[in-house]
């Protein structure tokens, strides 16, 4: 890592003929001096908690779950950042003397005063001095970031069209007669969207309800004729499955992003979710993938809440954004009263930051809380927490979540500040 960097370092400022980059190791108090030299001084995870405990920083900081350095916050990564922002050599170089000191007391089980250890120079205390009194003051300005949230946790999120992970068994396609009853979830089970047009195309449909036996049905797909007595694919589950080889495959770990809609007509706004699955958005260049019209008989389509595709065909859908994985929800749930939510929240109340973790269902989100991580839960957390943070996650209803929450996107540039007013990159909004 050390290398690497300053590598970088050279490249970025274009050190002149003659002169170079330098990573130096002060972990072990090596004296970094050298002429002619960029010096890129890196400590050592030992040096740095070192001097998190020896400036009193560490039980200072007013973290979710109590005082001190804790693993259920993420920002506590944020406390390592500012004490090695803070660090400087002689410090440093105190630090490890005073942990040689701790050393040589213990395994010679005298006078333990290793703590009062300010340096050996006059110089070197003057400077520690100087850092103690410095970190006390961070500590203040740490905790007021914590205070006013201004200390982001996000993710990078992929949004260009990968190959969708699909699932690793192929299976087998079933049959049924062509002349027999269909109910819509029948169709929507068509091998092929040309088998689902044909059937939907049928003077005898209905929509939503699907179509009643008929011996004299016939249809035409891709050139190849059906009558009532022959029997056409169809996919084998309700799960988004597409057709591959001879067999079928599910699709449903190969979401790309969901788009958001409101419903109009309504007496009161209803809110639905269209998952868009990567086998329906095309592989080009300059391609809006957010845009992109989704035909009837796509895998998406086929697979979204009925109160959806009936507001498609009647044009009451109204587009609001788009939200992918990792993406960071702020919610107001103060009005959650039940369920794991309501035990998660009767421990760390105020919890308004999630992050997206997938889209398990035509109607639901799974998110999880964006600042908790549940490596840091502690053993006698409620079940409703452990539910959340190590489990399945929190399952919220779209058309609920958006109701009562309320929810604002935020996107972030890659230094944390929210981006609102963005041409060509993504920007956060709200219902």
Known sequence: MARELAHRIEQRYRIPLGQSATAIDTSEGEDADSENKVKVRVFNGSITAAARRA????????????????????????????????????VAQTLVERENLRRGQIMAGGEQNWKSWKGSTFAQQKIYAVWLEQMRYLAEIYNQALADDQIPVFSNFRLRLGDGKLHEEVKKLHSKQLGDAWSMNDIDRAETPALWCALTRLP??????????????????????FAADDSVGIFPTNAPTMKLRNGCVEVGTSIHHARIYRILGRKKPVYAMLRVFTVDLPNKAGVDLFQVHLPEQSISMRNAEMKLREAFREGNAKYLGWLVVDDELELDLSAE???????????????????????????????????????GMPEDALPGT??????????????????????????????????????????????
């Open 55 to 90: 400036s009193g920083f560490e039980g200072r900081v007013n973290l979710i779950g109590g005082r001190g350095k804790t693993r259920l916050d993420r920002r506590h990564h944020a406390m390592d950042a500012a004490t090695i922002a803070m660090m400087r050599p002689a």
């Open 337 to 375: 009263r039940k369920g794991a939510i309501a035990e998660l929240l009767s421990e760390y109340p105020g919890i308004s930051h999630w992050s997206v973790d997938g889209f398990p269902m035509k109607i639901t989100l799974r998110l999880r809380p964006l600042y908790l991580a549940g490596e």
């Open 204 to 225: 005898d449909f209905v929509w939503a309800e699907g179509l009643p036996a008929n011996p004299e049905r016939k249809i035409v797909v891709n050139g190849s004729h």
């Open 386 to 431: 452990k539910e959340i943070l190590q489990g399945r996650g929190w399952w919220p209803a779209i058309n609920k979540l958006f109701n009562a929450a309320k929810p604002r996107v935020i996107r972030r540039d890659v230094l944390g500040n929210i981006r609102d007013n963005s041409s060509r990159l993504p920007n956060s909004w709200s219902i």
